[in-house]
């Protein structure tokens, strides 16, 4: 239990459906970040919210869109997605000063399947 | 290109016998970290180091940090069958948040 919750764990969609993920975290901390792994690639960064800020990589498509209703929840919000979108969806928060980035506290993640 | 590029891309060693997974980046970092992932789960963070440190020493683990060669080591010591998992470096280059490599997939035999 890494003090971050991921809900759902799998889902399947199509690419007519909209769903969202949700992320949820209990370590108090300031910044949450989306990053989507896909099967032999990097995690790829997708967005960060930390201290009231959004940080986005601008190579994700708007058929993601991320929500931060307050600094313990975050959504990833998902319409018209394409096959290649599956992924698994890992959550993460940090404790975000004016320094560094410190130790991140990742979510079990999020199975997506787009048909 | 990536910014944390892990070598070998996997690795199968014997139980006690020790690990090492290396990972160069292209910029300049604060720290680097190193980060543990078991099947379909989600990462573990294991140490981090500053980019003024040069070793760093937790349990069986020791980083290294070689800033003029922009790379990093990670062994693990006398390792398990619980170790079998793929490694992951990160690196905070100011944009507030880690970029992540491709990783190190370690089976330990045992």
């Known amino acids: 239990e890494t003090g971050v919750t991921q809900t759902p764990r799998h889902l399947v969609m199509g690419m007519t459906n909209k769903k969202s993920l949700k992320c949820e975290q209990h370590?108090?901390?300031?910044?949450m970040y989306w990053y989507k792994q896909s099967a032999k690639k990097p995690l790829e960064l997708m967005f960060v919210y930390s201290l009231e800020e959004r940080v986005e990589n601008n190579s994700v498509p708007s058929r993601f869109s991320p929500e931060c209703p307050n600094s313990s929840h975050l959504f990833l919000h998902l319409h018209t997605l394409q096959p290649e979108d599956s992924a698994l969806y890992l959550c993460?928060?940090?404790?975000?000063?004016?320094?560094?980035?410190?130790?991140?506290?990742f979510g079990e993640g999020s199975r997506l399947t787009v048909l | 290109s990536q910014q944390g590029e892990e070598d070998p891309q996997a690795l199968s060693i014997q139980e006690g016998e020790n690990a090492t997974m290396n990972c160069s980046y292209k910029t300049s970092i604060n720290n680097l970290q190193w980060y543990r992932q078991n099947s379909g789960r989600g990462l573990v963070h294991l140490i981090l180091i500053r980019s003024n440190e040069r070793e760093k020493h937790s349990g069986r683990l020791r980083v290294t940090l070689d800033t003029s060669k922009k790379s990093s080591s990670l062994l693990i010591t006398a390792s398990r069958a619980a170790d079998t998992a793929s490694y992951f470096c990160a690196t905070d280059t100011g944009r507030r948040a880690l970029t992540f490599g491709s990783g190190t997939r370690l089976q330990v035999q045992p």
């Open positions: 370590l108090g901390h300031n910044a």
């Open positions: 993460a928060s940090s404790r975000m000063g004016a320094g560094p980035v410190g130790e991140l506290f």
